[in-house]
């Protein structure tokens, strides 16, 4: 549905220039809801905008559903544009005009007639859950009450491609979840491809089906959310997704820990295998665990175990071996 080819964003500054994305490739399936993680200053704003050329590309190319994007301009443009709805952090919604009007108006300027917008908009509220707020202005509302008018009036022009920059970022922890889940059920209800950017591992966790990791200009891993959960291989996310699964001790017991401390993680149908009790009884010591959890990825379990065991140094590596062909990683932390 979206491609993005050997995308590269230059901006000139006066004596310098600086790639604030750099050589990016990424292919969107129609329907999927894709997300784009970093830290700030990756350039995931810069890369997402480029997607309806709010930012065009110094080099590369834009496709969407087949076509090459990148040059368009005047009537091509505008009308590419209105496939692509946007929502955005600060909600950006027009102060002055009434819920009702801030629908309306990318609708108005595509020249929907006076019964196709009284007929669409009320549809657009009910689907945010804000039929009861057609008639005030956005400055009664909240955080997350704004985040749905800005939901709804991306969905005005029925795009086909929903672009979301940092949706939930202004958001408390509930609000955020609110709102993800309705962008999931608007995703399946209407089959809308979703492209969200966020700097939170969570967001991607929650509702994401891929994820591109970007740092620094570049992408730096891409694939199925629970594979990069499951399996990080770039160090940068390894450390986002350790960061999200909150697996750190407190240095305390890390000084104070006698033996091997080893982190496993294992995916599938296997996280629900007794894959510890069987190497306790197989090689007949104790694994102490110390932290763990199993988490549900795209309703597929993840389990993650941080082991403190106790053995001889033969024994030890046998355990490592058998745990290693029965999970997904074994990684030896201390010892
Ligand atoms: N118009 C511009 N002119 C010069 N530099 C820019 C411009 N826009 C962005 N940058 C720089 O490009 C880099 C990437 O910015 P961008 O906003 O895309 O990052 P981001 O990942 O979205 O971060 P954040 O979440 O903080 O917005 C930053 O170093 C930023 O300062």
């Known amino acids: 549905m979206v491609n993005i080819e050997n995308v590269t964003v230059t901006f000139q500054t006066k004596d310098t220039s600086f790639k604030a994305v750099d050589t990016i490739n990424l292919h969107i399936q129609e329907g999927e809801i894709f997300g784009i993680v970093g830290t700030s200053g990756a350039g995931k704003s810069t890369l997402i905008r480029t997607i309806n050329l709010l930012q065009k590309p110094t080099s590369g190319k834009i496709w969407i559903a087949g076509e090459d994007i990148t040059e368009y301009t005047g009537l091509k443009l505008r ?5 692509i709805g946007m929502i955005f952090q600060h909600f950006n919604l027009i102060h002055t005009k009434t819920v009702f009007d801030n629908v309306a108006f990318p609708m108005v300027i595509a020249g929907a007639s006076k019964e196709a917008i009284a007929q669409r908009v009320p ?34 022009n029925s795009p086909r491609i929903l672009l979301c920059d940092e949706p939930t970022s202004a958001l408390d922890l509930e609000t955020t979840n609110a709102i993800l889940d309705l962008l999931k059920e608007i995703n399946k209800k209407l089959g809308i491809t979703t492209i969200l950017i966020t700097h939170e591992m969570d967001v991607i966790k929650k509702i994401c089906n891929k994820v591109a990791v970007m740092d620094k200009g570049i992408v730096v891993e891409t694939g199925s959310v629970y594979d990069i959960f499951s399996l990080p291989k770039h160090l940068f996310t390894q450390k986002l997704v350790a ?3 909150n697996l750190e001790l407190p240095s305390r017991i890390l000084q104070d820990v006698q033996g091997r401390l080893i982190k496993v993680v294992y995916n599938g149908d296997r996280a629900e295998e007794p894959i510890l009790s069987d190497a306790i009884r197989t090689f007949g010591v104790d694994i102490n665990v110390l932290h763990g959890k199993i988490e549900y990825i795209d309703e597929k379990p993840l389990g993650v175990l941080l082991l403190n065991i106790n053995a001889s140094s033969a024994q030890i590596e046998q355990i490592i071996s058998y745990l290693k062909e029965r999970t997904a990683s074994v990684e030896v932390f201390h010892g």
């Open 79 to 83: 009308t590419i544009r209105h496939s």
């Open 123 to 156: 549809a657009l509220l009910e689907l945010v859950g804000l039929s009861d707020k057609m008639h005030v202005y956005p400055s009664t509302l909240s955080g997350g009450q704004k985040q749905r008018v800005g939901i709804a009036r991306a969905l005005a």
């Open 243 to 245: 960061h999200t699964l």
